[in-house]
């Protein structure tokens, strides 16, 4: 090959790129850009927790198995992580806008579907092309941020960016338990059909698109496949691995494929050239420590949340409604923080923040691994307070670090990077803090079933019962008598409240790890470039 690979270029952006006019009126407006992705961007966020809240009314309505149930969660999951990437590739190819408003206009169309479906069949269709879609929308809007504001106003709009994600996922619960029980469950998903139309109609006038001169102009169909298969075959052993068990060969053998394919995936993108992700990328410390960073914080916080919303509901007996504004401190927390988070990395660089927000996060994982069946709601709105105050400075930092030490022509994939990095950490979360749940109710139920001097269980009745005590729910039936029910209750709770603590201890132990990454960050080298590329 006579010219030069993309992978070998100095991702840098060219020396003395001018600096952009001041927007006038309302195309390429940057607040108002921000305005206009973020209603967008809601959306997706929202439809990450929101959803949860409707499955039992769904798997009523539409006569669904538990296995039909949870496939209307991990289908959205797995289609939006294996196509983050590659979604945001196609931006930098095609722009930012038109991919955004794409996936605006078919994520708000498969919604209103879902609304329209009679079958769990077509349910679970349309949630995959809401991944599909959410993956053109996510990285998207980032790469209108980073085109859009210049470098000293970039980490502040980053901040609100990052506050519209967080209040959405955790403000999903909320207005989901109102819909459900005062609407139906189809409102969960005709809500975003309006929401739509205005991102839409917002995104039309106000959106501009700006594309690096060194824009990509070819696709690595083969990368493409080679790092959606790897995706999946990840995703999908995190997400079945509880149930087929962490040693089984089917868990062993997707795991097996999916670092096998991501192996010849680095090798595969040597010899393109115009690679789907230039493996210099990651030669940049920041922007691979940024990615680490991004995995770890989401392993701590969903991992953790995970389980909080168990406790507050099946240990409280709280409602839907009731849970989700326990989780207030958190939510109001991360709205207050991140664009202060922003002005304060903007000022003196995203290294202190970002190890300061993680010490704040390991420290609020440790609280919460004291919480016990009677804490009160004021010693949980501490540590989810602190929580949110300590995710919102990495929320906004690590985003910085990846989009910011990546070229202006790549900051779709970088983009898509964070995303993704989000994504799998998320399911790594879930799934290890589920595993440690299991082991813990596993050796300690039967122990604390006798000590409670309750009726001796066959081991198909211990079985299911550890299943129950894993989500925090007692294994009591109709005809057990109320004395024995709050017996069992009581061991139920104890037992559940003793993993979840294990769980918080390794979470908080993950986000020691995820603050000494942190160490590693600095300020985005390519962040000038940002809103001085070339604008068509």
Same mark, same amino acid.
């Given at each position: 090959?006579?010219?030069?690979?993309?992978?070998?270029?100095?991702?840098? &952006?060219?020396?003395?790129?001018?600096?952009?006019?001041?927007?006038?009126?309302?195309?390429?407006?940057?607040?108002? !850009?921000?305005?206009?992705?973020?209603?967008?961007?809601?959306?997706?966020?929202?439809?990450? !927790?929101?959803?949860?809240?409707?499955?039992?009314?769904?798997? %009523?309505?539409?006569?669904?198995?538990?296995?039909?149930?949870?496939?209307?969660?991990?289908?959205?999951? *797995?289609?939006?992580?294996? $196509?983050?990437?590659?979604?945001?590739?196609?931006?930098?190819?095609?722009?930012?806008?038109?991919?955004?408003?794409?996936?605006?206009?078919?994520?708000?169309?498969?919604?209103?579907?879902?609304?329209?479906?009679? $079958?769990?069949?077509?349910?679970?269709?349309?949630?995959?092309?809401?991944?599909?879609?959410?993956?053109? *929308?996510?990285?998207?809007? =980032?790469?209108?941020?980073?085109? !859009?504001?210049?470098?000293?106003?970039?980490?502040?709009?980053?901040?609100?960016?990052?506050?519209?994600?967080?209040?959405?996922?955790?403000?999903?619960?909320?207005?989901?338990?109102?819909?459900?029980?005062?609407?139906?469950?189809?409102?969960?998903?005709?809500?975003?059909?309006?929401?739509?139309?205005?991102?839409?109609?917002?995104?039309?006038?106000?959106?501009?698109?700006?594309?690096? &001169?060194?824009?990509?102009?070819?696709?690595?169909?083969?990368?493409?496949?080679?790092?959606? %298969?790897?995706?999946?075959?990840?995703?999908?052993?995190?997400?079945?691995?509880?149930?087929?068990?962490?040693?089984?060969?089917?868990?062993?053998?997707?795991?097996?494929?999916?670092?096998?394919?991501?192996?010849?995936?680095?090798?595969?993108?040597?010899?393109?050239?115009?690679?789907?992700?230039?493996?210099?990328?990651?030669?940049?410390?920041?922007?691979?420590?940024?990615?680490?960073?991004?995995?770890?914080?989401?392993?701590?916080?969903?991992?953790? =949340?995970?389980?909080?919303?168990?406790?507050?509901?099946?240990?409280?007996?709280?409602?839907?409604?009731?849970?989700?504004?326990?989780?207030?401190?958190?939510?109001?927390?991360?709205?207050?923080?991140?664009?202060?988070?922003?002005?304060?990395?903007?000022?003196?660089?995203?290294?202190?923040?970002?190890?300061?927000?993680?010490?704040?996060?390991?420290?609020?994982?440790?609280?919460?691994?004291?919480?016990?069946?009677?804490?009160?709601?004021?010693?949980?709105?501490?540590?989810?307070?602190?929580?949110?105050?300590?995710?919102?400075?990495?929320?906004?930092?690590?985003?910085?670090?990846?989009?910011?030490?990546?070229?202006?022509?790549?900051?779709?994939?970088?983009?898509?990077? %964070?995303?993704?990095?989000?994504?799998?950490?998320?399911?790594?979360?879930?799934?290890?803090?589920?595993?440690?749940?299991? $082991?813990?109710?596993?050796?300690?139920?039967?122990?604390?079933?006798?000590?409670?001097?309750?009726?001796?269980?066959?081991?198909?009745?211990?079985?299911?019962?550890?299943?129950?005590?894993?989500?925090?729910?007692?294994?009591?039936?109709?005809?057990?008598?109320?004395?024995?029910?709050?017996?069992?209750?009581?061991?139920?709770?104890?037992?559940?409240?003793?993993?979840? $603590?294990?769980?918080?201890?390794?979470?908080?132990?993950?986000?020691?790890?995820?603050?000494?990454?942190? !160490?590693?960050?600095?300020?985005?080298?390519?962040?000038?470039?940002?809103?001085?590329?070339?604008?068509?």
């Amino acid at each position: 090959m006579t010219s030069q690979t993309t992978a070998e270029k100095p991702l840098r &952006e060219p020396q003395g790129a001018p600096a952009p006019a001041p927007a006038k009126g309302l195309r390429g407006h940057p607040w108002l !850009t921000l305005f206009s992705v973020a209603i967008g961007v809601m959306m997706v966020a929202l439809d990450g !927790t929101i959803v949860a809240i409707a499955n039992p009314a769904i798997q %009523q309505d539409l006569n669904a198995s538990l296995a039909d149930v949870q496939w209307i969660t991990n289908g959205y999951m *797995l289609a939006l992580a294996v $196509s983050l990437i590659t979604a945001g590739k196609l931006g930098d190819r095609f722009g930012h806008r038109q991919t955004f408003l794409i996936g605006v206009v078919g994520f708000a169309a498969a919604s209103g579907a879902i609304g329209f479906s009679s $079958s769990v069949a077509l349910v679970i269709a349309f949630r995959v092309l809401q991944g599909l879609f959410g993956a053109l *929308l996510m990285p998207a809007a =980032l790469g209108l941020l980073r085109a !859009t504001f210049p470098a000293e106003k970039l980490n502040m709009a980053i901040g609100i960016w990052g506050m519209v994600i967080g209040a959405s996922t955790a403000g999903g619960p909320i207005l989901g338990g109102v819909l459900v029980e005062h609407v139906s469950w189809q409102s969960v998903f005709f809500i975003n059909v309006p929401v739509g139309v205005i991102a839409l109609l917002l995104g039309a006038v106000i959106l501009k698109d700006h594309r690096a &001169e060194n824009a990509p102009r070819s696709f690595d169909i083969g990368g493409i496949v080679l790092l959606s %298969q790897a995706m999946f075959c990840l995703i999908w052993a995190l997400i079945k691995g509880a149930e087929w068990g962490w040693g089984d060969y089917k868990t062993l053998g997707f795991l097996g494929a999916a670092v096998a394919l991501f192996v010849v995936f680095a090798f595969s993108q040597k010899n393109v050239r115009e690679p789907l992700i230039p493996l210099a990328m990651f030669r940049s410390v920041p922007l691979s420590a940024g990615a680490v960073l991004m995995v770890l914080m989401a392993f701590a916080f969903m991992g953790g =949340l995970f389980f909080v919303t168990f406790y507050l509901q099946n240990v409280h007996g709280l409602s839907p409604v009731d849970s989700g504004l326990h989780l207030l401190p958190l939510t109001g927390m991360m709205i207050v923080a991140s664009p202060l988070a922003g002005a304060m990395i903007t000022k003196f660089g995203p290294r202190v923040p970002l190890v300061g927000g993680m010490v704040c996060t390991a420290v609020a994982m440790f609280g919460m691994s004291q919480l016990e069946i009677g804490t009160s709601t004021l010693t949980m709105s501490i540590w989810f307070g602190l929580l949110g105050l300590g995710l919102a400075p990495v929320m906004v930092g690590a985003t910085e670090v990846i989009v910011g030490n990546a070229p202006m022509e790549l900051s779709g994939v970088a983009g898509g990077l %964070q995303q993704a990095a989000m994504q799998v950490g998320g399911s790594l979360g879930t799934a290890v803090l589920g595993a440690v749940m299991a $082991s813990q109710v596993d050796s300690k139920l039967a122990d604390n079933w006798t000590a409670a001097k309750l009726p001796p269980l066959t081991p198909e009745q211990l079985d299911a019962a550890s299943s129950a005590v894993e989500v925090g729910v007692p294994p009591v039936d109709g005809n057990t008598p109320p004395e024995v029910a709050a017996q069992i209750a009581g061991v139920a709770h104890d037992t559940f409240v003793s993993g979840m $603590s294990t769980a918080f201890m390794v979470a908080g132990i993950v986000a020691v790890v995820a603050a000494m990454v942190a !160490t590693l960050t600095k300020r985005g080298a390519n962040a000038e470039a940002g809103a001085g590329a070339g604008h068509i």
